[in-house]
């Protein structure tokens, strides 16, 4: 049986997490981007929910998202979205499928549990020499100063370190 989440009443937040996580497995960039997803519940609730497919089969339920059409609904304004679910949702989609999106912009508009996730996936991916370039993220993290879509002042991150 095969469906398409419409309904968010209808789901299972921990059952759906687990189901994105064995699809995902451990391969680079897309165990990443679930892992951003499932960090807040909040991230795989509403709307986003129609690009989640999962396939039930009793106690062996999969699912898995289709992360180019993600991205094209959140970069078309078709989906309505709070900033933070947006970057979230895009982040994951460029760890997933490499969707292109502006990293400094799209960093500093999740919340810092995403954003830290997203980090330690970037910073995987990046050659050596990559954080000269004077990125964003590279030095908020390096301060342990990350936002969402804010001034860093208007975080008190005291002795947090992302």
């Known amino acids: 049986m095969t469906s398409t989440f419409t309904n968010p009443q209808a789901r299972d937040f921990e059952r759906l997490a687990w189901a994105l996580r064995f699809e995902a497995g451990t391969a680079e960039g897309l165990s990443d981007a679930v892992e951003i997803l ?3 519940e909040a991230f795989l609730t509403g709307p986003m929910l129609a690009f989640v497919t999962v396939e039930d089969t009793g106690f062996n339920q999969s699912a898995w998202i289709d992360w ?4 094209w609904a959140v970069t078309t304004g078709e989906v309505e979205l709070s900033t933070e679910v947006e970057a979230a949702w895009l982040m994951a ?3 997933a499928a490499d969707v292109p999106i502006d990293i400094d912009d799209t960093l500093r508009a999740m919340d ?3 954003c830290s996730i997203a980090q330690e996936a970037l ?3 990046t050659e050596p020499g990559a954080c000269e370039t004077g990125s964003f993220w590279e030095s908020a993290f390096a ?3 990350a936002g969402r879509d804010q001034f860093a002042d208007d975080w008190a991150m005291a002795g947090v370190i992302a």
């Open 112 to 114: 810092l549990h995403a």
């Open 38 to 40: 499932v960090s807040d």
């Open 68 to 71: 180019e059409a993600t991205a």
């Open 123 to 125: 910073g995987n991916r």
């Open 143 to 145: 301060f342990g100063l």
């Open 93 to 95: 989609a460029h760890l």
